[in-house]
């Protein structure tokens, strides 16, 4: 079974989907031999340089106060738990631009699933764990290095344009296919599964289409 999880490093729901869909992997084991890749999406490709506060990007794209997103941060928090993923109590504080983020993500997966996926993960860990500024090489060098990848060659990556075409060329290519919203899992390119959904929804999908194989 072939899995694209299509997300940004910049959603907290991805971090979420992401945890919630490794634990039903494990569940389902017995019945589902899976490969995961991960696709890019950005929520906010104009992003300049130094991000923006998050509570203002907030209620600029979609209204609200601090009070409500404070409580979507509780609810994300609790989500989050509840899988083994732990939120910075504090929140993000900033969004940023995740373009390189994405560019490394596509490198790595040259290199295999399992480091792509430890990278995936290193990057929502430095931004939702601990609120670091994921435009940054140092930050982005530092996830580079937790996965166990080439620090060297990936700070190569980020000082030219490598792999910039790739990554808008897969955008395209899912925004095409009528992707608007993160995370979104496609199995099989055939089905997708959206949002940050339990660990017992992805399980229940998962060994449907298995037995439908």
Not at 77 to 88: D, I, M, S
Request: aromatic share 8%.
């Amino acid at each position: 079974m072939k899995i694209d999880f299509v997300s940004d490093v910049a959603c907290p729901w991805c971090a979420v989907g992401l945890a919630s869909l490794q634990q039903a992997l494990k569940n389902s084991a017995d019945a589902v031999q899976a490969t995961l890749h991960f696709q890019p999406f950005e929520l906010n490709p104009d992003m300049p340089p130094g991000g923006e506060d998050v509570n203002e990007h907030l209620a600029r794209k979609y209204g609200g106060t601090p009070e409500q997103f404070e409580q979507n941060r509780a609810a994300i928090r609790a989500r989050g738990a509840a899988v083994g993923f732990e939120f910075n109590p504090a929140g993000r504080g900033r969004i940023y631009n995740t373009f390189n983020a994405h560019r490394l993500l596509h490198w790595a997966g040259q290199q295999g699933d399992d480091q792509q996926l430890a990278l995936k993960r290193a990057l929502l860990e430095a931004y939702h764990g601990r609120s670091e500024a994921v435009e940054q090489d140092d930050v982005l060098l530092a996830a580079v290095k937790k996965a166990g990848l080439d620090e060297a060659r990936a700070q190569e990556i980020l000082a030219s344009d490598e792999f910039a075409a790739e990554v808008r060329a897969a955008e395209r290519h899912y925004q095409q296919a009528g992707i608007s919203s993160v995370p979104a899992v496609i199995i099989n390119d055939r089905h997708l599964i959206s949002g940050g959904q339990p660990p017992e929804v992805f399980e229940q999908a998962l060994r449907q289409l298995a037995q439908s194989v």
